[in-house]
């Protein structure tokens, strides 16, 4: 009689999903080191904008929500400029700042057209950064929204975005301006993104953070590319749905399984209120996206019932049907 020794999901989850706490704890201090290389950018580099006292840095991003999930690639964030007396303004939904010419840094940063260029602020920073010894090169997205600034030690790179804060608008929000990719800005409030994961975690005796990292690892194992912000949002939909307390992770996992065949055909609303509805995929993916999800349902159901029988090798081999031949 053969044995068999059934595979744990926590600790594949640890050594095959979440970050590793070392990587963890190296990426921060590199990126606390770069927040000061950032912030003395107005004392150091010639013409450089001055940026927003005490506010220089925002995290953001799924690195900052302890969303991400292996390997690590990137880690977000803004900096943050001073206004120094801008303005914006909505034409044809597109935001454009003025600068009085008293800013004189932001003043030489204008478009043709006498408006704040993003790309050029955006250029301002590459330029600039680059310069730092640690880094081994800085270039522009290809969307035009962020300096990508590469490391030669390790392995990720910092996505650094320009930003402005607006003062309280007419709603009571304010806002951060962001590059639209088109050399002018957009609003946005990762503030909104970060509270909502935040409370989901704190309101749900469940561990919601390391629930959406599984499904980004689904998503990525099943090759179904959805963008990882809208997965993220539809898991959040999910657990603000229904009520979940005292389920196993793989129940849970069964049960969302189950919700993501309705609900990949459903809007997926960006909390922000800003971009409407994110579920922007084409009916032929959301088809592969149901079919996935209802064959890992039936894998899950199938497992669990294994288990309880004490069939642990069907078991994890039902498993493997929803994270890949690497669950071992």
Request: glycine share 4%.
């Amino acid at each position: 009689m053969t044995t068999y020794t059934q595979v744990s999901m926590n600790k594949f989850i640890k050594e095959h999903i979440s970050l590793d706490a070392d990587v963890t704890k190296t990426a921060r201090n590199s990126r606390d080191f770069l927040y000061e290389q950032l912030k003395a950018l107005p004392d150091k580099a010639e013409n450089f904008p001055r940026l927003y006292p005490n506010k220089e840095i925002y995290n953001y991003g799924s690195f900052s929500r302890k969303t991400k999930i292996r390997p690590l690639d990137d880690i977000d964030f803004m900096l943050v400029f001073a206004a120094d007396g801008g303005t914006y303004e909505s034409i044809d939904n597109t935001i454009k700042i003025r600068v009085p010419e008293s800013a004189t840094n932001l003043y030489k940063l204008r478009d043709d057209n006498g408006y704040l260029s993003s790309r050029k602020v955006a250029n301002k920073i590459k330029n600039n950064i680059s310069k730092v010894s640690q880094y081994q090169k800085a270039e522009i997205r290809s969307n035009q929204e962020a300096v990508i600034l590469n490391l030669i030690s390790y392995d990720w790179s910092f996505d650094i975005i320009p930003a402005f804060i607006t003062t309280e608008e007419i709603d009571g929000r304010s806002y951060y301006l962001i590059p639209d990719g088109d050399g002018h800005w957009k609003k946005t409030d990762p503030r909104i993104d970060q509270k909502r994961v935040t409370d989901a975690n704190k309101n749900t005796e469940f561990n919601v953070l390391e629930f959406i990292r599984i499904i980004k690892f689904w998503n990525i194992e099943k090759n179904i590319k959805i963008s990882s912000y809208l997965i993220e949002n539809i898991v959040l939909n999910y657990f603000e749905s229904r009520t979940i307390w005292n389920t196993s992770k793989k129940t849970q996992l069964m049960r969302f399984f189950e919700y993501l065949q309705t609900a990949i055909w459903l809007p997926v609303e960006d909390p922000k209120g800003l971009q409407g509805n994110l579920n922007d995929l084409e009916d032929s993916k959301k088809q592969t996206v149901e079919k996935r999800a209802k064959d890992c349902e039936e894998a899950t159901r199938k497992a669990i019932a294994y288990e309880e029988a004490y069939d642990y090798e069907k078991a994890d081999n039902q498993w493997r049907i929803v994270f890949g031949d690497e669950y071992v």
